[in-house]
């Protein structure tokens, strides 16, 4: 129960940041690709996942011309050997930028919540997470850029599953609406 609670108050958190910016505000609509390698605590247990061409949707409402609220959707699913496996990342982040000038690359930070809802087949769990990239934004026009990060993601432990420490590269691609 606690776990659907949390689930859904971080779903409210995100509909509430990507719904009360500007209507004005510019907006920016990504994909990424990227490489995650997950180290689970008390395991001898490392996982490295390749999600090429998609790991992650994005949109993001700038609130100022240096800071960004960034909602982000990933599905996933493996199977092996008859046994499925399915998740499901939802993300929220605050996105500061070090530059004001989206016609020059731009050094990001970005830092929140995400929650990874993960279906084994035999029933489902969620873990909370936290966590931050850095990366690079390089225009390629008016209004698309190329994107290119690092990130780190702390999954927190809870009844069932021990916690996880999972570090990512990712490049992306983004338009902007104005």
């Given at each position: 129960?606690?776990?659907?609670?949390?689930?859904?108050?971080?779903?409210?958190?995100?509909?509430?940041?990507?719904?009360?910016?500007?209507?004005?505000?510019?907006?920016?609509?990504?994909?990424?690709?990227?490489?995650?390698?997950?180290?689970?605590?008390?395991?001898?247990?490392?996982?490295?996942?390749?999600?090429?061409?998609?790991?992650?949707?994005?949109?993001?409402?700038?609130?100022?011309?240096?800071?960004?609220?960034?909602?982000s959707?990933?599905?996933?699913r493996?199977?092996?050997?008859?046994?499925a496996?399915?998740?499901?990342?939802?993300?929220?982040?605050?996105?500061?930028?070090?530059?004001?000038?989206?016609?020059?690359?731009?050094?990001?930070?970005?830092?929140?919540?995400?929650?990874?809802?993960?279906?084994?087949?035999?029933?489902?769990?969620?873990?909370?997470?936290?966590?931050?990239?850095i990366?690079?934004?390089l225009?390629?026009?008016?209004?698309?850029?190329?994107?290119?990060?690092?990130?780190?993601?702390?999954?927190?432990?809870?009844?069932?599953?021990?916690?996880?420490?999972?570090?990512?590269?990712?490049?992306?691609?983004?338009?902007?609406?104005?």
């Open positions: 129960m606690r776990t659907r609670q949390k689930f859904l108050s971080l779903v409210a958190i995100t509909v509430f940041l990507t719904t009360t910016a500007p209507a004005d505000a510019q907006v920016e609509i990504g994909v990424d690709a990227g490489v995650t390698s997950t180290r689970v605590d008390g395991a001898s247990l490392d996982v490295v996942q390749v999600d090429i061409p998609v790991q992650r949707l994005r949109v993001g409402f700038f609130l100022t011309p240096t800071v960004q609220v960034e909602s959707v990933g599905y996933s493996v199977e092996v050997d008859d046994i496996s399915s998740t499901l990342q939802l993300g929220a982040d605050l996105v500061v930028h070090l530059s004001d000038n989206p016609y020059a690359p731009q050094v990001y930070f970005a830092a929140g919540p995400s929650l990874l809802r993960t279906d084994f087949g035999a029933g489902e769990e969620t873990q909370v997470g936290v966590g931050g990239d990366g690079l934004k225009p390629a026009g008016d209004w698309m850029a190329v994107r290119l990060g690092v990130g780190f993601t702390r999954w927190l432990e809870n009844d069932t599953l021990f916690g996880a420490d999972e570090f990512g590269i990712f490049f992306g691609a983004s338009v902007f609406t104005r």
